[in-house]
């Protein structure tokens, strides 16, 4: 994996301009006008413009180089501080820094190692991306039926058919539920919360509580005797839950 960099420019020649000279010759009159006594004195020890432009010819290409030998050594440095880290924190660190918006140079590199040293940055869970919260949503002391648990699915009725069977979903806490609910076939039912309806067939990690909970909340709900009961497969792993709390 390569380490996001931006690479340095080459050095290039030095540019004789006019405006450098206007801007060097401006200096030189100010040096003077400071001190308007000792303005010849200070003429005299000051160079030409040509000679100023020719030294800086000179030293162009040696600050330009320098400049780099500096860069490519704090990258040096900053690296050979990442190789510090285990293997694993350190593939997750290179691969942080590929995607963060820091700039790619070596100053911003050390100082989010050093943010990472710290303990300010989680290399896992970076400030600039977005880690949303996974958390079931759960109704741990429903007062109704209808707050517990909700429809999800309503076959359409078909004429001279039975009724057909109502899902209903929520999670009182232990695990997600479906009950699916056979109506009463009865066609002056009332309608009620429930549905009118007579049997609920629970799907699910349901205990004994929970168990008793659904068959009260949907009594309630409900003008007729119901019964709820696991599904056939849920009774063995029901009975082995309770067992091991």
Same mark, same amino acid.
């Given at each position: 994996?390569?380490?996001?960099?931006?690479?340095?420019?080459?050095?290039?020649?030095?540019?004789?301009?006019?405006?450098?000279?206007?801007?060097?010759?401006?200096? =030189?009159?100010?040096?003077?006008?400071?001190?308007?006594?000792?303005?010849?004195?200070? *003429?005299?020890?000051?160079?030409?413009?040509?000679?100023?432009?020719?030294?800086?010819?000179?030293?162009?290409? @040696?600050? =330009?180089?320098?400049?780099?030998?500096?860069? *490519?050594?704090?990258?040096?440095? %900053?690296?050979?501080?990442? %190789?510090?880290?285990?293997?694993?924190?350190?593939?997750?660190?290179?691969?942080?820094?590929? @995607?963060?918006? +820091?700039?790619?140079?070596? +100053?911003?590199?050390?100082?989010?190692? @050093? =943010?990472? =040293?710290?303990?300010?940055?989680?290399? %896992?869970?970076?400030?600039?991306?977005?880690?949303?919260?996974?958390?079931?949503?759960?109704?741990?002391? &429903?007062?109704?039926?209808?707050?517990?648990? #909700?429809?999800?699915? #309503?076959?359409?009725?078909?004429?001279?058919? &039975? #009724?057909?069977?109502?899902? +209903?979903?929520?999670?009182?806490?232990?695990?997600?539920?479906? /009950?699916?609910?056979?109506?009463?076939?009865?066609?002056?039912?009332?309608?009620?919360?429930?549905?009118?309806?007579?049997?609920?067939?629970?799907?699910? *990690?349901?205990?004994?509580?929970?168990?008793?909970?659904?068959?009260?909340?949907?009594?309630? *709900?409900?003008?007729?005797? /119901?019964?709820?009961?696991?599904?056939?497969?849920?009774?063995?792993?029901?009975? #082995?839950?309770?067992?091991?709390?």
């Amino acid at each position: 994996m390569t380490m996001r960099f931006r690479r340095w420019p080459h050095p290039t020649p030095f540019e004789d301009t006019t405006r450098k000279r206007a801007a060097f010759a401006r200096k =030189q009159r100010l040096e003077r006008e400071s001190l308007p006594l000792f303005a010849s004195a200070i *003429a005299e020890n000051q160079h030409s413009v040509d000679e100023e432009m020719a030294r800086r010819a000179v030293s162009w290409v @040696r600050i =330009q180089q320098s400049s780099r030998n500096r860069r *490519a050594a704090d990258w040096r440095r %900053f690296r050979a501080r990442l %190789f510090a880290f285990p293997d694993a924190l350190r593939r997750q660190i290179r691969e942080t820094w590929r @995607r963060c918006p +820091y700039p790619p140079d070596p +100053y911003s590199f050390g100082d989010f190692l @050093r =943010q990472i =040293q710290i303990g300010k940055l989680d290399p %896992f869970r970076p400030p600039w991306t977005f880690h949303a919260s996974i958390r079931a949503r759960t109704t741990p002391n &429903p007062t109704t039926f209808a707050e517990a648990f #909700k429809q999800i699915g #309503k076959p359409p009725p078909s004429p001279g058919a &039975p #009724k057909p069977a109502a899902i +209903y979903c929520g999670n009182l806490g232990s695990g997600i539920l479906f /009950l699916r609910a056979t109506p009463l076939q009865v066609a002056a039912a009332a309608p009620d919360d429930c549905g009118e309806f007579i049997d609920l067939e629970i799907t699910g *990690a349901c205990s004994d509580d929970e168990l008793a909970l659904i068959e009260r909340l949907a009594q309630a *709900a409900c003008s007729r005797p /119901l019964v709820a009961r696991r599904r056939g497969a849920e009774v063995g792993f029901a009975s #082995k839950k309770q067992k091991a709390a």
